[in-house]
């Protein structure tokens, strides 16, 4: 499944400030590292995130979220968003400026 360029531009351009980031293909996506490990990405036109299993929880309850089952099933602490949810630069910003602290609090690798 290829992923939306357009998307991935824009989640690029939001986490450009960062010198920790790098990317990676995986899954048929687009991932975005940060320091080392899994912090987002892009699935077809799916935003993925890195939650943590309560971030995530909480993501689910609003609209346009989905739990990540790439394999059929739910990955624990991922969601998926809708392109419909990340649709302005202000929802873009809210949901990695989410991935991104729960992903920081993660080991360093």
Do not use: N
């Not at 290829?2 to 400030?17: K, T």
């Not at 899954?27 to 993925?48: K, N, Y």
């Not at 739990?67 to 302005?88: C, I």
Request: proline fraction near 6%; aromatic fraction near 8%; glycine fraction near 10%.
């Amino acid at each position: 499944m290829p992923y939306d360029e357009r998307l991935a531009a824009r989640v690029r351009e939001i986490l450009a400030a960062r010198d920790d980031v790098t990317e990676r293909r995986m899954f048929g996506g687009l991932t975005f590292m940060v320091g080392g490990h899994m912090c987002c990405g892009v699935l077809g036109e799916r935003l993925v995130l890195r939650l943590g299993d309560e971030g995530a929880s909480e993501a689910l309850s609003e609209p346009f979220t989905h739990p990540m089952d790439f394999t059929g099933r739910p990955a624990k602490g991922f969601v998926y968003v809708d392109a419909e949810g990340a649709r302005t630069r202000r929802a873009m910003q809210k949901w990695l400026s989410r991935a991104v602290r729960s992903t920081t609090t993660l080991p360093p690798r």
